[in-house]
Each structure stands twice: as structure tokens, then as C-alpha cells.
RNA sequence: UCCGCGAUAGCUCAAUGGUAGAGCAUUCGGCUGUUAACCGAAGGGUUGUAGGUUCGAAUCCUACUCGCGGAGCCA
């Protein structure tokens, strides 16, 4: 195997090198033929001079169809004129695998046919970098709760009922016991660990059969669900911020040049600092009424009204304490206020939407038993939720952030099907 | 489930009732520094499906299929 990458060429400037890849693009001009070779970790410009080479070597370097499997040899050159700054003056090619008819052109398509290839469209230069933001990201993730302590805890993905009780659940039969669901969040179970390991967290896949078609929503998508004992709301909102603005920073201290791939206007990004504004839903309805919007008071917001809000602030915003009515009933009242779940939405600039959802939980055995009657859920299949109410409660607080949105908004992409490598939306699982 | 928009060459699109076209891709030719290279030529079509109106339909009408955006729901 030969180790050598395309990025790791400058320290390897005058040497002669043998490179694996695949061709990404090619022009010629006359004698002399420019090919781009892509290896995963970069792109680099191969020049074929027509005095420099056998006959055989330069025809082949014209003739070689694109995503052809490749060696080239040659010596690294620094050229500014060079995709990249550095460039290699060819001398041998090898055509392990010739393809011919690609057919991702390097002109436009529509996000239709591209889907339908998506297998051979996570090649070309927009997705290599979006899918290695998504990888950052993740890592980001995980070191930021693993270095404050908080430990893995896997949730079940097939699950006997739903979590929420209102969202349509793919549904799936299982042996004698009926059915199972794919979860839509694994917050309750998450609960369970954070009264036993004292900070947890969860980072899988989940599931929503809700017939959404928005550029926000998919099928399948990734969450990651902190939940902390003896914590309450603004410890929550605390932990949230931090934690945003952890991963932001790190994409744009990581991720420049893929960022740069992108044409991301990072100086939205940099914002994304401590501390990030907090304000009550009562403030974010103000806002709105003040906007000129008929919103009223007790409905949830809506992607129009979410931008609303959002365009107010120049980073991410958190809005807290909403009517209990149109939150989960797990969620903790404001001792203040009745009428109020302690809960906080995190709203992403630049109209990217609600990127977090969490709550203080109610850690009150009777208090739950009665949310539970009064959502008509079914309290056998909440016992052992209610277990955890039962035996040595505290409070607790979490939150879920959804990977995808979050990608979407850092790459400042206009889908969120771009963020995953194989996108499950309502009409479309395949490839 | 509801509302709106769309489907023409491999791809992206033009052609508003009168001979179905362009760019890219492919093939051939030209060019010694190209940057989605450029210049010239060639091949490439049951206009989503079914029916209707008309002397004549890509174009007008009806139904269906598929896709896109949004609402609801949510991350």
C-alpha cells in the first residue's frame, strides 16, 4: 500500500512520487495536458508535457475518462498558478480501472438525479468537504461531553411505545410481543442513565414518520441528548452554550479549507460565543408582535416566525419557559408560573431554525402520574419511566441537538439532505 | 393530509397552436499554462403516462404517475 496523500505533498516538494486516486477533471492544449487527480484527502493538478513523455503516455493522459482509477508519477512542484499551490510535473500514468461515462459531469444537475447517484455524488469536492464538516462536528461532540465528564449511553432503537406520544413512529412486528417502534428520541432512557452515572449522554440515530417535506426534515437523523442529574434550566442553558459554542469554534479552527470549499460566510459563525442570548417566550411574542406578525400568545412558532426571532440576534438564541400546553408532558412547570414548561429551544441564525430542544424534567412522582392521565398515555408503558419518580428522584434537565440542522446551518447549506451521506426522506429511500 | 410549482437529448434548460433547439457530456479535429479552459465538426428525441380539442399540440383541456417547495409535526 502507498501511503503517500495528496495533503501531505509540501513536504515533499522536488521528490519524485507515485499517487493513487482518481480522475476528478481534466483539459488539454495542444502538447500539453492538465489532469486533476483526487485521492480523498485533496486535489492535485498532474501536467503532461508532450516533450517530457512517450507518445503512449501523453495520448493516455487524454484519453482517460473521468473517476478512472489512476497512478501517476512524477515530481512535486510548488506552482501558485496550481489548484492548491502545488502541482505534479507527470511523468509515468497507470490506468488501473478506465471508466468511461461518468455521469456526474462537472457542469449543473438537479438535487433529483443527484440523489438518485448519490453513491458516486458524495465524490465530487462540495460533498467530500460538507460530509468531513459532518465528521468534525461529531468528533466535536463527543470530546466536548467527553472531557466534562459525561459517559456514553446507548438507547434502544427499537422501542415497545412511543416516547412522546404524539409523533407517527415507523412501526415494525416482533416475535410474540406485537409491535416495536424505531425510537424518535432516546430522552427517557437518557433519564434513567443520568440517575445512574450522574451525566450522560446519547449520540444515535432516530426516527420520525411524519409526513414532513421541508428542507429542515428528514426520515433518519441524528440527535445527541446530554442529560445531567441536579441540574435545572438555566444549568441546561449553561451546558448548551458552552457546548455550541465549543463545536462552532472547532469547525472554523478545523475546517477553514473546507469551509472555504463551501463559500461559507464564516464571520456569522465566529459570533457564536458565550454567553448567547436568553430570552423568555413571553419576550420572543413581543419581538414578534412588535414585527408586525399576528401571532398569538399560547401557539408554538413556525419556520416563518422562528426567522423572525432569530434575525434579532447576530447568534444563536435560546427561548425559554413556553406554555406548557404545546410542550412534551415530561417537562417540569415553572414554580412561577403554572401555565409554563421549563423549557428552552435554541434557534440558529440566518433562518437555520431550531437546531435544540430540552427541558428541565418533572422529577415529581404524583405530578407525572398526572401528566401522564392527562396526555391519555398508557401508564403500564410508563412505569418504569415512573420508576425512576419512585426511587431516589432529583432533578434533572437535558437537551437534544439535531446533527443534521446543525451541519446544515455551520455549512450554510439550503437542504439538510446533503448532510448525511444517504438521506431517508418521505419519498425517497434509496440508494 | 392540504396548498402552490414542475416533468422536453445522458445532464441543465429554451421553444405560448405552424419544420423540436442551445450549452455541457460523448466522438473526431485544433491549440505548450489550463482553472466548470477555449475554438471547429458530428452523433444524440415516442416532449412523464393515458385520453380529448384542433387542419395541425411540447404548447390548450381532463385524469393519473413522479418530483420540488411550503403548511401541520418536529431536531
Known sequence: MNDLRIKDLSAHVGEEVTLLGWVYNKRSSGKIKFLILRDGTGYLQCVFFKGNLDEATFNEAGAVGQESTVEVTGAVKKEPRAPGGYELDAKGLKVTHATEDYPITPKEHGPDFL???????????????????????????????????????????????????????????????????????????????????????????????????????????????????????????????????????????????????LERDTAKLKNVERPLPRISYDEAVEILKKKGSDFTWGDDFGGADETLISEEFDKPVMVHRYPAAIKAFYMKRDPENEKLALAV????????????????????????????????????????????????????????LGLERTVSWICGLDHVRETIPFPRMIYRNTP
Not at 447517484?117 to 470530546?143: E, F, N, P, T, Y
Not at 406485537?178 to 426516527?207: C, D, I, M, R
Not at 412522582?365 to 401522564?372: N, S, V
Request: negative net charge.
Open 115 to 261: 440523489l438518485d447517484k448519490r453513491h458516486l455524488w458524495v465524490r465530487s469536492s462540495r460533498q467530500v468537504a460538507i460530509l468531513k464538516v459532518r465528521h468534525r462536528i461529531v468528533k466535536a461532540i463527543r470530546d466536548f461531553f467527553d472531557e466534562r465528564d459525561f459517559s456514553l449511553f446507548d438507547p434502544p432503537i427499537l422501542t415497545p411505545a412511543a416516547c412522546e406520544g404524539t409523533s407517527t413512529l415507523f412501526e415494525t412486528p416482533y416475535f410474540d410481543l406485537g409491535n416495536a417502534y424505531l425510537t424518535q428520541s432516546g430522552q427517557l432512557y437518557a433519564e434513567a442513565g443520568a440517575l445512574a452515572l450522574g451525566k450522560v449522554y446519547t449520540f444515535g440515530p432516530t426516527f420520525r414518520a411524519e409526513k414532513s417535506k421541508t428542507r429542515r426534515h428528514l426520515t433518519e437523523f441524528w440527535m445527541v441528548e446530554p442529560e445531567m442529574a441536579f441540574a435545572d434550566l438555566n444549568d441546561d442553558m449553561d451546558l448548551a452554550e458552552e457546548f455550541l459554542e465549543y463545536v462552532v469554534q472547532t469547525v472554523l479552527k478545523d475546517c477553514a479549507e473546507e469551509l472555504r470549499t
Open 345 to 400: 429551544d435554541v434557534l440558529a441564525p440566518e433562518g437555520y431554525g431550531e437546531i435544540i430542544g430540552g427541558s428541565q424534567r418533572e422529577d415529581d412522582y404524583d405530578t407525572l402520574l398526572g401528566r401522564i392521565k392527562e396526555h391519555k398515555l398508557p401508564v403500564e408503558a410508563f412505569e418504569w419511566y415512573l420508576d425512576l419518580r419512585r426511587y431516589g428522584s432529583a432533578p434533572h434537565s437535558g437537551f437534544g
